[in-house]
Each structure stands twice: as C-alpha cells, then as structure tokens.
C-alpha cells in the first residue's frame, strides 16, 4: 500500500474508532420535521417519505415508493441507537396503497426519544435488500385540551364525586335496612361517613394532579430546545470575521456539550446567511472551531443588513441538529471591533456565496455588485460562468404542500450543450430551501433530507457492540476530529471526494427511472411543509469553479 492509501486508511480507522467508542446522550432543519431517502435498498431502487411524531411516543407516517419494480413485501422497522439492533422491535409491513402503484404505507410507533432510524425492508424477485435511514425522535410540542372538553370532563368528574359522597352516605344509613324497613338513622354517623369519603376523593384526586403535573413538568423540560446562539461581527483590518458563540448557559441548563461533534461532508459546521426580508443574498460557510462553543469564519464582501443565520452540526451519536440567529452585518465603514487572530485561518475552499434579486424585485438592486436573477419552475437562469441553469418542472405550476417532488435542476454550457458538473463536498450538488419568512428551512442533498454521518454512524453502531460505548474524554475526542478535520482539508480535491463518497449510497442518481446518471442534472427530493414562497438555492461545480443558482417556487 502506497504512502497516500495508508494515510487515508489510518484516517477512516481513527474516525470510526472514534464513532464507536462514544455513548448516547435532534433535529436538524427548521419548520421542515419530514425526512426524505433517494436511493438503493439493496438491489431496489426505493423513495423513503418518513413523517416523524412531534411528541414522543408517537406515531410516525411512512411512505414508501418503489418504481418500475416488482416487490411481494415491504417492511419498516424502528432501530434505536439505545438499544440497538437486537433491542429494536419487530418489523411492521407497509402495505400497498389502492390506485398508486408502487406506494408503499404504513404508521409505525416511536417510543424512545433521540436518534432513531428505520429500517426499511424490500423482498422481491431480486431478494432481500435494506437500507437505512435516520430519523430524529423528539418532542417537540405539548398536546393542550380543548376548553369544551376540559369543562365538560370536570363537570362529569364533580358529578361522579357527588354521586360517590352521596351513596357512602347512604349505605351508613338507609342502605343497612332491611327491604320494606323504615329506619330512623343518626344524620350525624352519615355526614361523618361523608365527610371521611369527601377527604379521601380530595386525596386521591390531589395525588392524580400532583403526579400528571409532574410528568407534564418532566415532559416539557425535555422537550427538545435547538441550541440557543450569539453572533457578531470582528473586524480585522478590512477582513469581517463572522463570530458564533453557542450560549454556555443554554448548555448547561439542558446538559449538552458541544465538544462531541463529528463533521459531515468534511465540515463540522455547515453554515447559511440569507438576508432577511429580502432574500437577495445567500452565502454557504464553513466556520473553524475556534473552542467548543465558539467558531469563526471570514465573511466574503456581503452587503450590509440583518441575516438570518442556520449553522447545520452533528452530534457523536448521529443527531443531526440546527443551530439558529440573525446577525447584524455591518457595512465597512462603520465602527471596527479589533481582532488579533489571522482572518486567513478561518477561510475555506468551499465557501461561496451569490447576491440575486429582491424577492420583491426582478431587478438587481445592488450596483456594482455581481449578482443574477432568480429562475423560477420551466425556466433558466444564466450563471456566472455564462451556463445556463434550468429547473425542469411545468411553468406557472404551483407545487403542493407535503407532497415529494423531484426538484431537477439541468446545467447547460455556453453553447446550450449539457454540462459535466463535477463532485462539490463529496456530492453532485447541495441545495438549501427556505420560505421567505425564515419559517422553514432545510439543507438538501440528492439522497434527501437526512445527514450522511447521521447513517454513518447509525449503521456503525448497529454492526458494532450492542452495548452503549462509554463516553470518551471530551478534550481527546475533540482534539482528535480536530486532527481529522486537518488531515482532511489538505488532501487534494480528488483524493477528498474519493473520501468522503466512502460508504455513501445512491450519491448520483437523477431519479426513480433507473437510468444511468446525467452527469449535467441534479435531483434533489422534497415535500415543502407548508403553503407560501420559497427560494431555493442550487450549488453544483464545474470546472473548478462552484456554481450557484436561484429559484422561486410557489406552494399552495
């Protein structure tokens, strides 16, 4: 083995190792709870649409979507990071879904929260295939009665405790007669009778409140909480520095730490600006852990204003979580704070960033600036390299809420022919959408809606011990994906892509068709969650060069 293989070897060894010996303790994405698979189950080409509960335990709806294949059986089975492959429960199958051919259903309940997955199982002709696919368990909503119903139930309750005072009280007195006796009772043995049977449905009644108060207190504490962030901006020279401070005291409260983070596509964090109320400038970034709860990272020459702010982590057992805030960015000329640290080290290769038109406006508003003007479904948009980007969906077709479409997005050069993109992070293309509100938001890939390390390292742990590892020292597991992360950044772009494609399943595929891949299109799916105006922002490379385009969609 030549020098190179075994150092990238070595580094898949540490990672795992590193996967493996860690314990458990999500929720990535905003507004956007559903998780989406597009790829392989074994030799079957499979769509997975998984709608997790929001309280736990819960029920989660699941579709399955298998095209131009034939299958007898279809199962889904919950898998816990806890407890494992040997704890998990059995197996439910899907069943078939009248007039959909190929559809796949079936509700499937969540019992433990934290990181789960399901396992989805497809028998047919070709055998037995699985994938699996990893699905946040959380609570994240309180159920509340309805005031006709709370009222109705307490007047029942009073009734049914006047009813029991009224029949103790009687069967001290006129229920200890014999039939057709008229005795003369002491009205004093039976309001003592009820006045003991009143104190005794007070207790028993106080007791129930006191006990449903306190799960209900128990549930809302843990209830998840996304973590809680503090950005500003450094100035160093003419050099913005974008600084992310992770709130200590919303770490302590909810005993988490941020030392147990592994990255995902090569990057511990993948951060997104989008300019507020305007949605005209959309920056991807890629901060460097400065310690564990602060990162910072260059800022490219964004125009002034208040953005909003999505920092995509996750954690050591696969839960895949969205850090949120809006921050001020200033223009340059306003007062600098100094900075003693190197703006050169808080840069990547990655980062990039596009300014596009007002969603209010079909105009560029900002002079001097390099921008494009956003496309919208059945047109194109030209590129900064003179492509052409064009998403392929009917015009002036308004997409529907909760329903999964294939967003396909087609790349031609400068002559119109169809262009060879290349991998950006390990992945034909990234793509992030979000409504216009900033009510939701999700980072997508061709496979879907879930985090490559969040199936990573399921799958490790599932092939591994049944038993919970032990947590590490946090400063050694820290240090230790420091190193990996390093390791990984001076590797050659080949030899990264090479890397991180490792263990990935159904990275370049178009679609369901079961074609072979068109190395000039990319398909991300998605359901959006819910009516309103949404900007989508496409990023692919070519050339050398990232690549990014803009499109608005409108759901109903």
């Not at 989805?120 to 159920?143: F, Y």
């Amino acid at each position: 083995m030549d020098e190179k293989g075994a150092k990238m070897r070595s580094i898949n060894i540490t990672f795992f190792i590193c996967l493996l010996l860690i314990s458990a303790s999500v929720f990535a994405h905003v507004g956007s709870p559903g998780v989406i698979y597009q790829g392989k189950a074994g030799p079957y080409m499979v769509m997975v649409s998984i709608n997790p509960p929001d309280v736990i335990p819960g029920t989660a709806s699941a579709s399955v979507y298998i095209n131009n294949q034939q299958v007898s059986h279809v199962y889904l089975q919950p898998v816990y990071w806890y407890a494992g492959d040997k704890g998990s429960p059995k197996a439910d199958e899907a069943l078939p879904v009248k007039g959909t051919p190929g559809q796949y259903q079936c509700l499937i309940w969540l019992m433990q929260s934290g990181v789960a997955s399901m396992r989805v199982i497809v028998e047919g002709p070709l055998g037995k295939g699985s994938v699996i696919v990893p699905v946040m368990a959380v609570s994240t909503a309180q159920r509340t009665m309805l005031a006709s119903l709370d009222w109705g139930l307490a007047a029942l309750g009073m009734l049914l405790v006047i009813l029991m005072i009224t029949i103790i009280g009687s069967s001290v007195t006129d229920g200890i007669a014999s039939p057709g006796i008229n005795i003369k009772a002491s009205p004093l043995k039976k309001y003592v009778a009820m006045a003991i049977m009143a104190l005794v449905l007070f207790a028993i009644l106080y007791g129930g409140s006191a006990w449903w108060n306190s799960w209900s207190s128990h549930y809302r504490r843990f209830m998840y909480k996304a973590p809680v962030a503090h950005s500003n901006i450094l100035f160093n020279g003419k050099q913005m520095v974008l600084q992310l401070n992770i709130d200590s005291a919303w770490l302590r409260k909810n005993n988490e730490s941020m030392s147990y983070l592994v990255p995902d596509h090569g990057k511990l964090m993948h951060l997104f600006l989008i300019r507020e109320k305007t949605d005209d400038v959309f920056a991807h970034l890629h901060p460097v852990r400065k310690d564990s709860i602060n990162y910072l990272a260059n800022l490219p020459d964004l125009p002034a204003g208040r953005y909003f702010l999505f920092g995509d982590i996750v954690r050591w057992n696969g839960f895949a979580e969205t850090i949120t805030d809006t921050v001020n960015i200033p223009a340059k000329s306003a007062n600098q704070i100094t900075s003693n640290d190197t703006p050169a080290l808080y840069s990547d290769p990655d980062d990039t960033y596009v300014i596009s038109n007002s969603i209010n406006d079909n105009k560029n508003p900002l002079t001097g600036k390099i921008s494009l003007i956003c496309g919208k479904p059945g047109t194109s948009m030209k590129l900064a390299d003179g492509s052409t980007a064009y998403w392929e969906h009917t015009a002036n077709t308004p997409f529907e809420a909760n329903k999964v479409y294939p967003l396909t997005f087609a790349i031609r050069d400068s002559s119109g022919k169809p262009a060879q993109l290349q991998p950006y992070m390990g992945m034909i293309g990234h793509a992030v959408v979000m409504k216009y509100d900033g009510s939701v938001y999700v980072h997508l890939h061709p496979v879907g809606t879930y985090s490559m390390a969040s199936q990573q390292i399921i799958q490790s742990r599932i092939k591994g011990n049944e038993k919970i590892p032990r947590l590490p020292d946090p400063v050694h597991f820290s240090d230790s994906i420091n190193r990996l992360i390093g390791t990984i950044r001076q590797m050659t772009e080949n030899e990264r892509n090479t890397y991180l494609n490792a263990g990935m399943q159904g990275i370049i595929m178009a679609g369901m068709n079961g074609n072979d891949h068109d190395e000039s299109m990319v398909t991300f799916p998605y359901a959006f969650p819910a009516p309103g105006n949404y900007r989508i922002w496409v990023q692919m490379k070519r050339n050398g060069k990232i690549l990014n385009s803009a499109f608005d969609a409108v759901v109903e």
